[in-house]
């Protein structure tokens, strides 16, 4: 048995410990948001009016960053399953009451339109990590069973809205929670075989289009002026930048059209246009940082909610990156998946936010171990 | 049995106990440490996942750049051609006869038209289109370089105003000013002038145009693609940068186009027009050219066709209306219209025989209306039945005896006539400044041999001495030889050009003679008098002269000399009577004693060449002789 010194913070400086926020995530965060603002600004053709209202978002993350911060992890964990049901009700909502241009992913509540599938994108790690943190170790598989069911039934709801790209974030994100609570190798190996053999399944079940993009991914000279017409021309936009980039405001990929999509899902794209692989490097260099941070700070946490909550966290921003990037440069099919605190969008940044305000209030309310 | 099944089950639960045991559920250490395991495990992946995606974007940013840097500007850079405005065509006095003028057009744009069916099948709805014009909208489609569709030509604002009551039926629809050639006196100019079409397959390929980006037309004939390169002038053009819909966001460069030079032709218009009117409803061809510098004044091909139809694009029905036409207007008679010269030849060949001393201008043969030749049966007979009795060559030219012209023939041999034939420029092209000339033919024994694979019959020098059998000659070509008798062997090439105007400096360019000297070698200046004095005697010497029933012209005097070309070979069999009339022709050149002009006449199945060609050429001269004031003031 240990023994904890409970709420021993750990020696912060100044405001950032009043604040329970880790300074060094927190300017590598804040870099990237002004990257994106920059980036929006540049690729409107000044539209200044979108940058205000992107910075009022980033705005409102932070605020909710700092307020979540200060929610001790243990209170996080009695709160999970609540969140988890009532978001899981909303997206049982959004199946009726949905709408939405492409497919039904809002909730219209007359005084704000969200998708409760964002939030799915915290609270599935959330419930994972509060199932598994009163589990013996190493998890048993029926746990195992359960934390997949846990997954699986946001997942599912969400592709049927249809929104695969965010059902397939959803689904890798529980199942790094999942990875990271601990697992047999066997059961790991025999997990992965299964999904592929699952694979065809979720092809028959996957609408047209998305079938359309999947074989646009692996061959995209096939319909240059279709669906590959996007990916060849974010290509070209990120090759035309070269080294140094084309520089501020001078990004014709994006600003001419050619690049569809230039603040939101390909914002990566529009960025390489102007500022070329050096300003590539920083960037990804950021995110890499931002995800290290996390896992060093899971490492450190007291307990296995902190752990796995903090390291799914973490590691899932870092895929979302992954599979923007890998959309834009052509080693993934082309989903819509935003590039973490770059891409403009209300309902993503304050989610974003959040989920590092839960990352720092594991860091900041960690409790010493004695022994 | 329960018993056992119970003590079986506390065994289990035993087991599992021991195996998930709170001890080791809380060894926070464990835990803590196979975290750690993993966490390790997922900076790798993540690390290497890292360096993959950097690998993979130095090689699109830095190792590709070059290829997608250009991808990006051909993506966003178009170049819009200007095309450069025609030069305009004046005769030597300055009369406009190929001008500019600014039509509507009722066009398409290309790059709008998404589905070709959909589209026509719209169009039809607004503008009936004949089969005719259908095809030409197909073949719009097909042409490569033209980025409009043109629906309807030349159309006023009326009709226009009209048309558009349907304009949301055919959004795309709209009008644009072109610029089209139109020729003030398009008959009467036509084989001068040519005209000037679309650009097609086969003038890209050709060698004598220069084709510049965003060209439409082009000169397709005649002087306009003679000069085509002159006419042309710079197309210019515009680098636009365009979004990804097209739209134009700003113009990054412009170069203007540079307007194509104007042209001077040596044709005195007037005289081009009175010529034309003179040849009415005639078939032939009349040239008049200035024998000491090679320009030519009037270059009359009848019957002319109507140029401006080929500036538009021509209806199918309007083409095949000239093409069939019997008269073959679109034939240009003076370059491409090979006649048996007749007695016109006879002066050159009697020069042959003076300068190679088979006969001097004493000789005397007698004529009895025929020549015998031996082993021939047939006898060769002079056009005047009754004979010419003891001619000279002086006489016999004046008369034009045929059988003095037998015998000298027979003298001199095909192997010396056709040599010297050359020299005067037969059977070769002249080189006026227009394309297609035709060659003409001067037979030899050679020639012969190689076509007809028969020997050379003596007879057939006989019929080459009266300038028929197997003897072709141009009018052009008929001019030039007159010409060096006018000027005693220095000829010059005939040319239409007179001079360019730069468009940009205003200079004026003239023709370069000194490059074009042709000159005819061995002349005898004793033989030329002879020869010249019987032609002069042709037109002068009442009763003798075989055109010397022309009305005088008052202070000048004409060198001439009539031919009647027979014709009965070819056409014989199929044409009606008037194609079995003989060619009229005449040479001549005035005034006698200082030559101004060659007039040469060539009229198709006109008869006699002194009852019909004869009073044309006079008719010509004495109307340069009275306007000649303002020409030869505008000539320097």
């Known amino acids: ?371 | 049995m329960k018993t056992k099944a119970r003590q079986d089950s506390i065994r289990k639960r035993n087991k599992i106990e021991e195996k998930y045991s709170w001890d080791r559920m809380n060894d926070a250490e464990e835990e803590r440490r196979s975290h750690s395991y993993r966490a390790i495990i997922a900076t790798l992946v993540v690390l290497g996942i890292f360096f993959t995606y950097m690998i993979k974007l130095y090689e699109v940013q830095v190792s590709n750049y070059e290829y997608y840097s250009t991808k990006s500007d051909s993506n966003r850079i178009k170049i819009r051609p200007i095309p450069a405005t025609r030069g305009k065509i004046f005769d030597r006095n300055g009369n406009i006869i190929a001008k500019n003028i600014n039509t509507f057009n009722l066009i398409v744009k290309k790059e709008l038209i998404k589905n070709k069916e959909k589209f026509l099948d719209r169009v039809s709805r607004i503008i009936k289109l004949d089969s005719n014009q259908k095809q030409n909208v197909a073949n719009q489609f097909k042409n490569r370089r033209l980025k409009d569709i043109t629906l309807l030509e030349d159309i006023t604002m009326e009709k226009y105003s009209k048309i558009s009551v349907d304009k949301h039926i055919l959004p795309e629809m709209e009008l644009s000013t072109k610029s089209r050639r139109e020729y003030p006196y398009p008959y009467a100019t036509a084989h001068i002038l040519g005209y000037t079409g679309k650009v097609s397959d086969a003038d890209i390929e050709s060698e004598v145009v220069q084709i510049q980006e965003g060209m439409i037309e082009i000169g397709k004939l005649g002087i306009e693609r003679f000069y085509q390169n002159i006419l042309a002038g710079e197309s210019g053009f515009e680098k636009l940068e365009t979004d990804a819909l097209g739209e134009v966001v700003r113009t990054i460069e412009t170069k203007d186009s540079r307007r194509g030079d104007d042209i001077y032709l040596t044709i005195d218009l007037n005289l081009q027009k009175f010529i034309y009117k003179l040849m009415k409803n005639k078939e032939g061809s009349v040239i008049v050219m200035n024998p000491n510098n090679g320009e030519v004044l009037a270059f009359v091909s009848a019957p002319g066709y109507n140029i401006n139809l080929f500036t538009k694009s021509i209806s199918q029905k309007n083409y095949n209306k000239i093409l069939k036409d019997e008269r073959k207007p679109m034939i240009n008679r003076a370059i491409n219209g090979q006649y048996p010269p007749g007695s016109t030849l006879k002066p050159f060949v009697g020069l042959i025989a003076l300068d190679e001393g088979i006969i001097n201008s004493k000789k005397l043969i007698s004529c009895s209306g025929a020549y015998k030749l031996n082993n021939h049966k047939r006898p060769f007979k002079c056009w005047k039945k009754e004979g010419h009795g003891s001619t000279d060559l002086s006489y016999a030219l004046t008369q034009s005896c045929d059988v003095f012209f037998y015998r000298v023939s027979e003298l001199t041999g095909i192997d010396i006539i056709s040599e010297h034939l050359y020299k005067y420029g037969f059977g070769q092209k002249t080189y006026i400044d227009l394309y297609n000339e035709s060659t003409g033919l001067v037979p030899d024994r050679k020639w012969k041999r190689k076509q007809l694979q028969k020997p050379w019959y003596p007879g057939e020098t006989l019929n080459v001495g009266i300038g028929q059998g197997y003897f072709l000659s141009t009018p052009i070509q008929l001019t030039l030889a007159t010409a060096s008798l006018a000027t005693a062997g220095q000829t010059y090439t005939p040319h239409l050009f007179l001079r360019s105007q730069d468009s940009k400096t205003g200079n004026f360019i003239n023709y370069k003679k000194e490059d074009n000297k042709f000159i005819t070698p061995n002349v005898d200046y004793d033989s030329l008098d002879i020869v010249h004095h019987a032609m002069w005697r042709v037109t002068n010497e009442r009763g003798v002269g075989t055109a010397s029933g022309l009305k005088k012209i008052s202070n000048i005097e004409i060198a001439g000399k009539t031919g009647t070309a027979q014709v009965y070979s070819l056409d014989a069999g199929k044409s009606s009577k008037k194609k079995l009339q003989d060619h009229a022709l005449f040479i001549s050149y005035a005034p006698f004693e200082n030559p101004e002009i060659v007039v040469t006449v060539i009229v198709e199945h006109g008869g006699g060449g002194s009852s019909t060609a004869a009073p044309i050429a006079r008719d010509t001269i004495e109307y340069y002789m009275e306007h000649k004031k303002r020409v030869v003031s505008y000539n320097e």
Not at chain 1, 142 to 167: E, H, N, R, S, W
Not at chain 1, 264 to 282: K, P, Y
Not at chain 1, 333 to 351: H, K
């Open chain 1, 1 to 371: 048995m240990s023994e904890y010194i409970r709420d021993q913070v750990r020696p912060f400086s100044g405001l950032s410990s009043l604040l329970h926020i880790d300074t060094k995530l927190f300017i590598a965060i804040i870099i990237i948001t002004i990257f994106g603002l920059t980036t929006i600004y540049s690729s409107s053709g000044g539209d200044l009016s979108l940058v205000v209202k992107q910075f009022t978002r980033i705005t409102i993350g932070i605020v909710t960053m700092i307020f979540i911060a200060q929610v001790h992890p243990d209170n996080l964990k009695l709160f999970a399953p609540i969140l988890f049901f009532f978001t899981l009700i909303l997206l049982i909502l959004v199946l009726f009451f949905g709408v939405g241009n492409t497919a039904d992913r809002w909730l219209d509540l007359y005084f704000i339109r969200f998708q409760p599938s964002e939030l799915m994108k915290i609270f599935v790690p959330l419930m994972v990590a509060y199932y598994y943190s009163n589990k013996p170790f190493p998890p048993r598989t029926k746990y195992i069973f359960i934390a997949i069911l846990i997954v699986l039934t946001p997942v599912l709801m969400i592709m049927k809205q249809p929104d695969l790209g965010t059902a397939l974030l959803i689904g890798m994100s529980g199942a790094i929670a999942i990875l990271l609570a601990g697992i047999s190798l066997k059961f790991f190996i025999g997990s992965t075989l299964g999904t592929f053999l699952l694979a065809p399944l979720l092809w028959m079940n996957m609408h047209d289009y998305q079938k359309q993009r999947v074989l646009t991914f692996f061959n995209p000279e096939s319909d240059p002026m279709g669906s590959g017409y996007h990916l060849l021309q974010s290509k070209i936009a990120l090759g035309s930048g070269g080294f140094f980039g084309k520089g501020l405001f001078n990004g014709t990929q994006s600003k001419l059209g050619f690049v569809p999509e230039h603040s939101t899902d390909f914002i990566f794209t529009a960025f390489g246009e102007e500022f070329g692989f050096l300003g590539v490097l920083l960037l990804m260099t950021l995110y890499l940082f931002i995800a290290l941070r996390g896992l060093s700070i899971s490492v450190q946490a007291t307990d296995n909610f902190g752990r796995i909550l903090s390291g799914t966290l973490s590691l899932t921003i870092f895929l979302y990156v992954l599979v923007n990037v890998g959309m834009v440069i052509g080693f993934l099919p082309v989903v819509g998946a935003p590039l973490p605190f770059m891409s403009y969008g209300g309902t993503s940044m304050v989610t974003l936010f959040a989920t590092f305000g839960m990352i720092m209030s594991v860091k900041s309310h960690q409790r010493i171990l004695r022994k």
